[in-house]
């Protein structure tokens, strides 16, 4: 149990695009998902709090307008990178929180972003 | 905000050996301090955690001893295989079922030996 899964995997897109990155939790309901962003060779740097039926809150620094983030159910989180540049260009990943009780944080597998 | 501190960055053993990992925290309110093992290109999988009101968690070769009164806590890794060469984070959170956010530690970058 506590399968959270991400789409894509990884993406390639041009400056000025913007991508979508999904996060799911498959077997069980998440109230509250995560986004991190981990640049090469560095740690995982919280960029939002995302909660189902609410605004996200966002870390400081981080730019809500650029990075938009949707909650829109218990079980999917959706991160939009809007007007991509090649500094975006990162290893995003989420995780999810449980609402059945069951303890800790479930991380994604990430989507490696590559904006060109 | 909670500042996480995390030493070495970079650890090289031979196998067999022992391994162990500082990290120190800034926030007496963070009760909760997983370990997460990250493989290149992976996601972070968390390896054991401690909660405030223990003081060590052993979970077959690998412990996590907590210091709360001094801030800081650790990850002991013993005898040590190739597998376990990985980067390990250490983090720390104010929940302790770990649901509210977790600050992250810089990493260590394991490396086993044959």
């Known amino acids: 149990g506590a399968v959270v899964s991400q789409h894509p995997s990884w993406v390639i897109c041009k400056s000025g695009t913007s991508v979508k990155i999904e996060c799911r939790s498959l077997?069980?309901?998440?109230?509250?998902m995560f986004w991190y962003r981990q640049f090469p060779k560095q740690s995982l740097m919280l960029m939002a709090t995302?909660?189902?039926?609410?605004?996200?809150?966002?870390e400081q620094g981080v730019e809500k307008d650029k990075f938009l983030i949707n909650h829109a159910s218990l079980t999917l989180s959706t991160l939009t990178v809007t007007s991509a540049h090649p500094e975006d260009s990162s290893f995003y990943i989420c995780?999810?929180?449980?609402?059945?009780?069951?303890?800790?944080?479930?991380f994604g597998p990430g989507t490696r972003l590559t904006v060109t | 905000g909670e500042n996480v501190e995390q030493h070495p960055s970079t650890l090289s053993v031979q196998e067999g050996d022992s391994a162990v990992i500082k990290c120190t925290y800034s926030?007496?309110?963070?009760?909760?301090f997983p370990w997460y093992k990250q493989e290149l290109g992976k996601r972070p999988q968390l390896i054991i955690d401690?909660?405030?009101?223990?003081g060590e968690k052993k979970d077959q070769r690998i412990a996590v001893t907590l210091n709360k009164t001094a801030k800081h806590f650790s990850l002991h890794i013993t005898e040590t295989q190739p597998e376990d060469s990985a980067v390990y984070f250490c983090?720390?959170?104010?929940?302790?079922?770990?649901?509210?956010?977790?600050?992250f530690g810089t990493g260590t970058q394991l490396k086993v030996e044959l």
């Open positions: 995780s999810a929180r449980s609402l059945q009780g069951l303890k800790g944080q479930y």
């Open positions: 926030d007496s309110a963070s009760n909760y």
């Open positions: 983090a720390a959170s104010e929940s302790t079922g770990g649901g509210n956010k977790l600050t």
């Open positions: 077997d069980f309901q998440a109230t509250t």
């Open positions: 995302s909660n189902e039926g609410s605004k996200a809150t966002y």
């Open positions: 401690i909660r405030s009101n223990v």
